[in-house]
């Protein structure tokens, strides 16, 4: 066996690999044996088929199988061993020959390679980095009180219906014929629950205001929600195609107000929002709030300065130079349904993920990092925090979020971003004691107009 490779240019890789036949007829000689034992060839007994028969049904078979096996092997133990920075995976080249599978003579095989392009990517005290502390203040806090007010509340029965209040109403739909009057055969529904305030016409909206208990509201479902058969079938307990056929006027017999009424800032909200007993006061409470949202800007402001890292890196690197050809024949090799066209079109940002993530990895080896178990365990528990906290949910007992987590890393598709969200982590805390960090006190609103500009 005979291996080489070149890339006069340094990034368009040529690899030639020569087998002999002593290289894999050994390992093919092996693999037909097996295959004489299992054969079931008519007017033979099992495992007595002669091997000549064998060799004429499966030899060439087997040998393109076992040579193609022994060629991937060596292909990527030789990149392993000669540290060839390989992008993608080796595809034929346009320089291979016809070859003979038939004969004896050595089969000589050449792949195109495309490597990554050499630079350096150092950081140090001497790389001054924006670090942005996003501020919490009064306003921020109040929304937060507000929000968790909101989700605490409850509904008290009312006279009359405000539209301000986001009131509730039941009541009792019966549709109306052309004249007017309750239509023989026609749709009936006790107990319809509608919030006009979410009607999407003023006209309609407005026909409830001020109604009261008992009051009965001529109106149309149809013309209320125009754009939305949904609406309006699960309004009317109908399939969605029957829409159509109920476009008149309905009655709503107004059997029900109910108002929202948010809960107040009081022990029983402490106890509901952040456990029993773990919150004695108001002022306990706005701090915990405080602290809470501290951690979660934390989160962001290290998201952002991982972002102005990039940006930093990228420019002291300057453009990388990359066998764009190749990694063309690549992507669309990966990308066979979507065609040339879809790799035009995504190339360029293809190109710009690839050098970041170059960047990136000599960034890591650099600062030696390593994910542990435990890492991907605190990423998956984060996760699952930030998911039960988009639903009001911020005092999960750790037990729950260990089983949720664990949950989470049983299954192979959430495992690969939780590594790379680890990494992440762990880059970024690191390269804060390396680089000179700028900090900057930042309103919330200025930041998000920076991300926006990102």
Do not use: C
């Amino acid at each position: 066996m005979n291996i080489s490779f070149e890339a006069p240019d340094k990034i368009n890789g040529l690899m030639t690999i020569t087998l002999e036949k002593d290289d894999y007829q050994g390992e093919v000689e092996k693999t037909l044996k097996d295959y004489r034992k299992r054969a079931n060839v008519p007017g033979f007994r099992p495992g007595m088929t002669p091997m000549g028969l064998i060799k004429r049904q499966y030899g060439a078979a087997v040998k393109v199988d076992v040579v193609n096996k022994m060629l991937g092997e060596k292909l990527y133990e030789y990149v392993r061993e000669n540290n060839i920075q390989m992008l993608g995976e080796p595809l034929p080249s346009d320089k291979q020959e016809t070859l003979d599978f038939e004969g004896d003579a050595p089969l000589t095989f050449k792949f195109d390679i495309a490597v990554a392009p050499e630079f350096e990517a150092k950081l140090s005290g001497k790389d001054k980095i924006d670090y942005y502390n996003i501020t919490v203040d009064d306003k921020l806090i109040d929304q937060q009180v507000e929000m968790y007010q909101q989700r605490a509340g409850h509904y008290d029965k009312v006279e009359s219906y405000d539209a301000e209040q986001r009131d509730m109403l039941k009541g009792d739909l019966r549709e109306l014929d052309a004249d007017g009057n309750v239509k023989e055969g026609g749709i009936t529904v006790a107990d319809a629950v509608l919030m006009p305030q979410y009607m999407k016409v003023d006209d309609q909206k407005k026909l409830f205001d001020g109604a009261k208990l008992g009051d009965i509201i001529t109106w149309n479902p149809r013309k209320a929600y125009p754009e939305s058969d949904v609406e309006v079938s699960s309004l009317l307990k109908i399939q969605k195609e029957d829409v159509k056929d109920h476009e008149g006027d309905f009655t709503y017999q107004i059997t029900e107000i109910s108002r929202y009424v948010k809960a107040e800032v009081n022990q029983q909200l402490f106890d509901q929002t952040f456990g029993e007993g773990n919150v004695k006061d108001e002022k306990e409470f706005r701090q915990k709030i405080s602290d809470m949202i501290s951690q979660q800007f934390k989160s962001d402001s290290d998201y952002k300065f991982l972002l102005d890292i990039r940006k930093h890196m990228e420019k002291k690197v300057g453009k990388l130079e990359f066998p764009e050809a190749l990694l063309k024949r690549v992507m669309l090799n990966n990308n066979k349904d979507k065609g040339e066209k879809f790799v035009e079109e995504n190339f360029e940002a293809s190109i710009k993920e690839l050098g970041w993530h170059l960047i990136k990895e000599q960034l890591v080896a650099a600062q030696e990092i390593k994910v542990e178990d435990n890492d991907l365990k605190n990423v998956a528990k984060e996760a699952a925090r930030a998911q039960f906290a988009q639903y009001g949910m911020s005092n999960v007992p750790d037990e729950y979020l260990e089983n949720y987590a664990a949950e989470m890393l049983k299954k192979r598709e959430n495992v690969d971003g939780l590594v790379d969200r680890a990494v992440d982590v762990k880059l970024t805390e690191a390269l804060k004691g390396v680089v000179k960090l700028n900090e900057k006190d930042v309103t919330l609103e200025d930041f998000q107009k920076m991300l926006q500009e990102k």
